[in-house]
């Protein structure tokens, strides 16, 4: 008896889904979008992702895992902003179009990614191109537009005529981002512009989120079907 009962029962339960399922209930449903929200929340794992590390090159679009600080000054060195002359400032005091200052050239030309080998002493000048470091003695740059080349008997020079100020058209060392400081923040997307951070801190590996896998489950009458289905197709 009790056999026939549950037999009973489980058909009822069967009726009752065909006919929910004829009716298309589930479509005739209608909810408020935060509540659709919520559902739809709920059933999703929200836990912490794993970490995982990458380099920069594979980067993009990927969340950071941790903040991210920058282990050196950006830039490592004074740099040049324009191509030009590094000067001492006060060499300049006064210089005009009718009163130019007089500065001899030093025997090098400071090209970016190469460190200078001599110092600015008072009346001397080094031609210096756009990125290149600041030597020693200058504390200012000049444009090359604002100087004129003149020969002398003892060498090279040129003719500035237009005073500088102290920290002109020079970026100081840390001035973009200085060491220590939070560079990127965790949660934060990865995009072209923080590669582009990331690689002038000199950082080539970052942790970031482990991206999220998506599947679908399918229950096992359904599951079933769709396989007598695939082996039917293939006897076909």
Same mark, same amino acid.
């Given at each position: 008896?009790?056999?026939?009962?549950?037999?009973?029962?489980?058909?009822?339960?069967?009726?009752?889904? &065909? %006919?929910?399922?004829?009716?298309?209930?589930?479509?005739? *449903? #209608?909810?408020?979008?935060?509540?659709?929200?919520?559902?739809? /929340?709920?059933?999703?794992?929200?836990?912490?992702?794993?970490?995982?590390? &990458?380099?920069?090159?594979?980067?993009? +679009?990927?969340?950071?895992?941790?903040?991210?600080?920058? *282990?050196?000054? =950006? @830039?490592?060195?004074?740099?040049?902003? $324009?191509?030009?002359?590094? =000067?001492?400032?006060?060499?300049?005091?006064?210089? +005009?179009?009718?009163?130019?200052?007089?500065?001899?050239?030093?025997?090098?030309?400071?090209?970016?990614?190469?460190? @200078?080998?001599?110092? =600015?002493? #008072? +009346?001397?000048?080094?031609?210096?191109?756009?990125?290149?470091?600041? @030597?020693?003695?200058?504390?200012? $740059? $000049?444009?090359? /537009?604002?100087?004129?080349?003149?020969?002398?008997?003892?060498?090279?020079?040129?003719? =500035?005529?237009?005073?500088?100020? @102290?920290?002109?058209?020079?970026?100081?060392?840390?001035?973009?981002? !200085?060491?220590?400081?939070?560079?990127?923040?965790?949660?934060?997307?990865?995009?072209?512009? *923080?590669? +582009?951070?990331? !690689?002038?801190?000199?950082?080539?590996?970052?942790? &970031? &989120?482990? %991206?999220?896998?998506?599947?679908? !489950?399918?229950?096992?009458? %359904?599951?079933?079907?769709?396989?007598?289905?695939?082996?039917?197709?293939?006897?076909?």
């Amino acid at each position: 008896m009790t056999a026939d009962r549950d037999s009973l029962r489980q058909s009822a339960d069967l009726m009752a889904a &065909v %006919r929910a399922a004829a009716r298309q209930e589930q479509f005739l *449903e #209608v909810i408020l979008p935060e509540e659709a929200r919520r559902r739809f /929340e709920g059933a999703i794992d929200q836990s912490p992702l794993p970490a995982e590390t &990458v380099r920069i090159t594979q980067a993009l +679009g990927r969340v950071l895992a941790s903040d991210l600080v920058a *282990e050196t000054d =950006v @830039p490592a060195f004074d740099r040049a902003g $324009v191509d030009g002359f590094a =000067v001492r400032a006060a060499d300049t005091i006064g210089a +005009g179009d009718r009163a130019p200052r007089r500065l001899l050239l030093n025997a090098e030309v400071i090209a970016s990614g190469h460190p @200078p080998a001599l110092e =600015v002493h #008072v +009346g001397t000048a080094s031609a210096i191109a756009t990125s290149g470091a600041v @030597p020693r003695g200058a504390d200012a $740059v $000049v444009m090359i /537009e604002h100087t004129g080349l003149i020969e002398t008997p003892k060498g090279p020079a040129i003719d =500035v005529r237009r005073a500088a100020t @102290p920290g002109q058209f020079v970026a100081f060392a840390g001035s973009d981002m !200085a060491r220590g400081e939070t560079v990127l923040r965790r949660g934060q997307q990865i995009s072209s512009r *923080e590669i +582009g951070i990331l !690689a002038a801190c000199g950082i080539a590996e970052i942790a &970031v &989120v482990r %991206r999220p896998k998506v599947g679908r !489950a399918l229950d096992r009458r %359904r599951a079933g079907t769709t396989r007598h289905a695939a082996a039917a197709g293939r006897r076909l």
